[in-house]
Every structure is written in C-alpha cells, then in structure tokens.
C-alpha cells in the first residue's frame, strides 16, 4: 500500500474476551490513549469502521450546540 499515500492496513487478533489490541502505528497515527473510549459502527455488509475520535467529537458538538440554541 506503499502508493496510497495516508491509508494503511494492520491486522489484530480478537483474544478470549473478545478484545482486540490496537496496532502501536495505528495507535500513534490516530493519537490513542490509555483510557480513551472508540465508538464502533458496524454494518453487516460493509464491516466495522472505528472513525477518528473528531468524527464524533464535532457531532457531539454539533448536538449540544443548536440544544443550547433551543433554550435561549
């Protein structure tokens, strides 16, 4: 994947618990810490997807934003 410059591929194997340990590059690239909660989608054709942390973030955002507007 040397030629898709920003994307990358890892592998991870799902334990006993049914737990899977991030792959460190893929930990540092996406700035994952200890303690830090993922969100995952899933879709039963297209498979899991873990977005970035800001995905979420700004929808959270987004939500509280316009209730604030609302109550004003």
Do not use: C, H
């Amino acid at each position: 994947m040397a030629n898709l410059k920003g994307k990358y591929a890892w592998t991870a194997t799902v334990g006993e618990k049914g737990q899977i340990v991030i792959p460190k590059q893929a930990r540092d690239i996406f700035g994952i810490k200890p303690g830090d909660v993922l969100m995952l989608f899933g879709d039963e054709n297209r498979g899991i997807a873990i977005p970035p942390k800001s995905v979420y973030e700004n929808m959270l955002n987004i939500v509280f934003q316009e209730e604030e507007g609302k109550e004003e």
